[in-house]
């Protein structure tokens, strides 16, 4: 869309398209014999062990304010056990051949009840860790289907008495904080089979979307579009206001190629899409009216309800996280305008994230949905050990039931764990929601017509019916709004962003640019183990390990053979405005500080705003198009993303497919490679420590693979990279090859 410069209870049954499970031949399931026993001593409380690697960072003596009231509630903590070796390798087995397709067991889902008989915890181990529970005064709510989570409640003081973990009030820059401050602990009996509390805070994760509106995005913005311009020397009526350009649902079929799969009747039509909340939307009307002035009304069988899975608490509206819960909805609806959105939300507890209570409970419904989209994240070392196991078993139990799981890589680089703030301090990290080999990770990309001084040729000047004016398929660089981003370091002048001559450190950058918004990329490193501690010095190395590299993933062409699991998979357009490009969407949320706006007018002065959260419900609704076209759900795509990126690239490449022809890429791509830019941010020493710091003089460098020499933490290139994965995506030529995949 072309504009000026920018100066929400169903029923309680609802339905969702799912293969029912398919019996497998009886060579390939799994013995009938019960699992091995993992509590084979009695449970002694004084025999206890520490599960290491679930306190926070912020749990330190500077941040107390002292221990809670031992009878405060603490609702719906989940417990993630874990089940035996021998079963581990087989599920492990059993996935992989889920997505073969010449293997016997393809797309033989499971249920959940299958999956926890067949690959789940010997049911007295179970029950030996309820028993505990209750001796302790916990009440146990829920096993899950699964057999690999508990749902239990309590009071701090039972907390306490049971995992020895004293729970405290935190004041963390201003805002209190609940956690525990001490490592919990559990009867060495139980050790072979709990792994721990998936969390004892309150740490919310963060939304994964960036507004436009504040002064530092919109100054570099103008900045940055009016320098290129100049430099470019781009036609007169091209000014630096009249080069922005909002992204619409009409401009996002035109980039992508979607209409072609449209004209062939693959709207989403009989799929189901479901958004992870923690939040109801403000209004369900919002939904309705982007799709009315978008021109999505004529696709009638889309729809738009909002559900509490199990029986949950409804969250009602968390004012903030409600425009992540609106723009999750409507984006996913622009990509699939005929498929059934469902939002599904549940509170959040004192401890637990709202959205993994409703995920767990979703996938242990008879039928599961086929689709759903994850737009939160956290760091691996954030969520803790317990943390990331429980999103790693919730989406290896989802693979395993045919469902897809798609999550936002994340907003702020290859620094996860600095989310929010103004630059990289602890190190290169990615997040525990994107890392687990079970998902899709989906980055985040910006055009690269305005750096090319290309605006023209892509943009018409004047909007059509529905507000679009893409012309076609557009150049693409990863999303990076850093002092750190070589393309903005260099139209500002500069020709590195380190040093005291460097972009990072001048005004113009301490202005604007001083930012780790970028669309997030990286390898898995702290999955496993704990962290370096900084509370708030240094106090050990840590022994973090990241998740094993995937099969989907080893050899694939530009893939570091890192020996872990690296994101993100695929990328989609998802700027928030620092070369003019953007998401507009309907947040008519009226509180200050928000980014709400009434949805009326022209969409120019509607919210605004960029982040992998826009992206991830996008290739979900891609998928419902993926779906109806192939008649079944397809489990984890990343098999399939993988094995064409394999045909397109081969071994060395290829060129035809590079994202900087733009009109000129072959129209035979799957994938357009991104080759240009990257996703580097500015980085400070912590504490005197270089924690992948490049920083040789001054006070901000760029976060780098070495701290010693400046190797960019991530630069893209040819092939799948750090910094956009494989690539984006043609939608017309996904849906046509899909099963041409293993061919």
């Known amino acids: 869309m072309k504009c000026c410069f920018l100066k929400g209870k169903l029923a309680r049954t609802f339905y969702f398209l799912a293969v029912a499970a398919l019996p497998i031949p009886s060579a390939l399931a799994q013995s009938a014999t019960a699992a091995k026993l993992l509590v084979t001593s009695p449970v002694v409380a004084t025999q206890t062990v520490t599960l290491a690697g679930n306190l926070r960072a912020e749990a330190n003596a500077q941040n107390d304010r002292g221990a809670v009231a031992d009878g405060l509630k603490l609702n719906h903590m989940l417990l993630q056990l874990k089940r035996p070796e021998d079963r581990q390798t087989a599920l492990n087995e059993r996935i992989q051949a889920m997505h073969e397709p010449n293997n016997p067991a393809f797309h033989h889902w499971l249920t959940a009840k299958e999956y926890g008989e067949e690959y789940g915890p010997n049911p007295a181990d179970i029950a030996a860790v309820t028993k505990w529970l209750k001796e302790n ?296 929601f994107a890392t687990t080999p079970y998902n899709v990770a989906v980055g985040g990309t910006d055009f690269s017509d305005t750096y090319s001084g290309t605006v023209s040729q892509y943009w018409k000047k004047n909007n059509n019916a529905t507000f679009g004016s893409a012309k076609s398929y557009i150049p693409e660089i990863p999303w990076n709004d850093s002092c750190a981003s070589t393309l903005i370091t260099n139209v500002e002048g500069y020709n590195v962003p380190y040093g005291a001559n460097g972009f990072c450190n001048s005004p113009l950058a301490e202005e604007y640019f001083e930012t780790v918004v970028s669309g997030s990329g990286g390898p898995s490193n702290c999955a496993y183990g704990h962290p370096v501690i900084f509370r708030p010095h240094p106090e050990n190395g840590g022994t973090c390990e990241g998740y094993a590299k995937p099969n989907y993933q080893a050899g694939a062409f530009g893939n570091p053979k890192d020996g872990v699991r690296d994101i993100p998979d695929v990328s989609l357009f998802a700027a928030n405005g620092v070369w003019g490009h953007y998401y507009a969407f309907c947040y008519s949320q009226p509180a200050t500080g928000t980014g709400g706006t009434p949805c009326t007018g022209d969409p120019v002065n509607w919210s605004g705003a960029g982040g992998t959260s826009f992206a991830a419900p996008i290739v979900a609704g891609i998928q419902a198009l993926v779906n109806q076209s192939t008649g079944t759900s397809q489990g984890n795509p990343n098999y399939v993303y993988y094995a064409l990126a394999k045909q397109e690239y081969g071994g060395t490449g290829n060129n035809s497919c590079n994202s900087s022809l733009g009109t000129g890429a072959d129209s035979s791509c799957t994938f357009y490679d991104v080759t240009q830019g990257d996703n580097d941010v500015n980085c400070i020493w912590y504490n005197y420590e270089s924690y992948n710091c490049y920083r040789p003089s001054s006070n901000f460098g760029a976060l780098s693979v070495s701290g010693t020499e400046y190797e960019k933490a991530y630069n893209s290139k040819q092939g799948w990279d750090f910094a956009t994965g494989i690539g984006t995506l043609n939608v017309n030529n996904l849906v046509t090859n899909w099963n041409k995949a293993f061919q």
């Open 137 to 432: 005064g916990l009440q146990v709510n829920r096993v899950s289907d699964s057999g690999m989570v508990i749902d239990f409640s309590g009071t701090a003081a039972q907390v306490n008495s049971a995992f020895k973990a004293q729970m405290h009030t935190l004041d963390v820059a201003g805002v209190k904080h609940l956690s525990n401050m001490q490592d919990p602990q559990i009867p060495a009996a139980l050790a072979n089979v709990v792994i721990g509390v998936s969390s004892l805070n309150d740490f919310r994760p963060k939304p994964a979307n960036k507004g436009i509106s504040s002064a530092r995005i919109d100054g570099a913005s103008k900045a940055v579009v009016a320098r290129t311009v100049a430099a470019n020397g781009v036609k007169s009526d091209y000014t630096a206001d009249s080069a922005t350009q909002l992204v619409v649902p009409d401009d996002l079929h035109t980039i992508y190629n979607f209409e072609p799969v449209y004209k062939n009747g693959i709207t989403g039509k009989g799929q189901t899409v479901v958004v992870i909340e923690d939040t109801d939307v403000y209004s369900t009307g919002d939904w309705y009216t982007f799709r009315g002035v978008f021109g999505l009304t004529k696709y009638t069988k889309g729809t738009f309800t909002q559900v509490h899975p199990g029986g949950c608490t409804d969250p009602g509206d968390v004012i903030g996280n409600d425009g992540e819960a609106i723009l999750d909805a409507e984006y996913a609806s622009a990509a699939a305008p005929n498929a059934a959105i469902v939002l599904a939300s549940c509170a959040d507890s004192e401890t637990t994230f709202g959205g993994l209570i409703a995920l767990q409970t979703l996938i242990d419904q008879d039928l599961p949905p086929s689709i759903v989209s994850i737009s939160y994240g956290e760091c691996e070392a954030g969520l803790g050990q317990a943390g990331n196991a429980s999103f790693n078993e919730a989406y290896e139990q989802a693979a395993a039931e045919g469902v897809s799981v798609f999550v936002s890589s994340g907003d702020e680089g290859a620094a996860s764990c600095d989310a929010g703030g103004d630059f990289a301090m602890t190190g290169i990290t990615t997040s525990g």
